[in-house]
């Protein structure tokens, strides 16, 4: 006889497809990177929305906003981890208001970019300080993975990109480049490990659809744009930016 499993604290799971969590850096100066789409569930937009890294008894927490307005923290670093091995996350839903600090939702035991592990030793995308010249930043590619290179010569290089009117810049053109490469390049001898399987999927997941054949050099710019424009839509790029010069007046 089958038993049925009831939920008396209404807390609701959040699908595991419905988050992506990466990694960005190597060791303290690591950062995360996530997107959540947490539309459809049923949670009050004023719900906060939670990230929480956790490696054996070190616990970090960062609030990304809320369900109607998901934003990044000011500060993304696992600064609290001597070592990203065997690093979890959860996401959490909380409720404010009438229901302040119940627990809505969750989505547990979230591993980034895959295998965790893995992540943990290479980063799918490496910030890299080089003398570059007189270029502020650009994108290069080896063989494991995209590095975007910040000029050394800025003042502010090792925060460069914690400013949110650069990261509204730098990003979104970032990624544009990070898709196109990885589309073009194509996946059909790949083993699911390479950095191109991971930027593909993280696209697929922006764009809401596969990616397009890598011989197909129209449809690979209008897949790109899609996801380009769905994740500048999701950090609210233009809105942060245009807050930030407003205070800078």
């Known amino acids: 006889m089958s038993v049925s499993r009831l939920n008396y604290t209404g807390r609701k799971r959040i699908p595991h497809d419905r988050v992506n969590v990466g990694i960005v850096g190597e060791g303290r100066t690591s950062v995360v990177v996530a997107q959540f789409i947490l539309e459809g569930l049923g949670f009050p937009e004023t719900a906060r929305v939670v990230l929480e890294a956790q490696a054996g008894w070190t616990v970090q927490r960062f609030e990304f906003g809320t369900v109607?307005?998901?934003?990044?923290?000011?500060?993304?670093?696992?600064?609290?981890?001597d070592s990203?091995?065997?690093?979890m996350f959860r996401l959490k839903v909380i409720g404010t208001g009438d229901h302040e600090g119940r627990l809505l939702g969750v989505a547990d035991r979230l591993r980034p970019n895959g295998d965790l592990d893995q992540a943990a030793r290479k980063a799918?995308?490496?910030?890299?300080?080089?003398?570059?010249?007189d270029r502020v930043w650009k994108i290069e590619f080896d063989e494991s993975q995209p590095i975007l290179l910040v000029n050394t010569r800025l003042a502010d290089h090792q925060d460069f990109l914690k400013r949110r009117e650069v990261a509204a810049l730098v990003l979104p053109e970032a990624l544009q480049r990070i898709l196109e490469h990885a589309a073009?390049?194509?996946?059909?001898?790949?083993?699911?490990?390479?950095?191109?399987?991971t930027a593909i999927?993280?696209?697929e997941r922006l764009a809401g659809r596969t990616a397009?054949?890598?011989d197909d050099e129209e449809e690979i710019d209008r897949w790109v744009d899609e996801a380009v424009g769905a994740?500048?839509?999701?950090?609210?790029?233009?809105?942060?930016?245009?807050?930030?010069l407003a205070g800078q007046s």
Do not use: C, Y
């Open 201 to 203: 999927s993280l696209g």
């Open 231 to 244: 994740f500048a839509r999701r950090h609210q790029f233009i809105a942060s930016f245009t807050m930030d």
């Open 184 to 197: 073009r390049l194509g996946n059909a001898e790949d083993d699911g490990d390479s950095w191109q399987s």
């Open 212 to 214: 397009p054949p890598a």
């Open 84 to 87: 990203l091995v065997g690093l």
């Open 124 to 133: 799918f995308v490496v910030v890299r300080p080089q003398d570059i010249g």
């Open 68 to 81: 109607g307005f998901v934003k990044d923290p000011a500060d993304r670093r696992l600064s609290e981890f």
